[in-house]
Nanobody, 117 residues
Framework: QVQLVESGGGLVQPGGSLRLSCVAS????????MGWYRQAPGKQRELVAL????????YADSVKGRFTISRDSSAKNTVYLQMNSLKPEDTAVYYC??????????WGQGTQVTVPT
């Protein structure tokens, strides 16, 4: 059974940093593209950052230069999202995502990030 477990969310002041982690189990981590999505109240879920199995990354324009996605495909099976220079508009529930074109898509339960105004 595939499980994605996020951690690292919390309350941080504007300009601060957080690092989100997502530990994957029950899957061949190395063959999946891994992503971070977020959903703010009243808004649709949106892609924040993506890293393919080959290590290629892609970012939403709103986070370029501030957020960095990385993955550890060793025994840790973990994907990270380093978030710097946080803004109030970054407030959302952040979800980890694993996607393989032929196998399917999996989601974590989400972790709340709050940046007050």
């Amino acid at each position: 059974q595939v499980q994605l477990v996020e951690s690292g969310g919390g309350l941080v002041q504007p300009g601060g940093s957080l690092r989100l982690s997502c530990v994957a189990s029950g899957m061949f981590f190395g063959i999946y593209s891994m992503g971070w999505y977020r959903q703010a109240p009243g808004k649709q879920r949106e892609l924040v950052a993506l890293i393919t199995s080959a290590g290629t990354t892609n970012y939403a324009d709103s986070v370029k230069g501030r957020f960095t996605i990385s993955r550890d495909s060793s025994a840790k099976n973990t994907v990270y999202l380093q978030m710097n220079s946080l803004k109030p508009e970054d407030t959302a529930v952040y979800y980890c995502n694993a996607e393989h074109q032929r196998i399917g898509v999996h989601w974590g339960q989400g972790t709340q990030v709050t940046v007050p105004t």
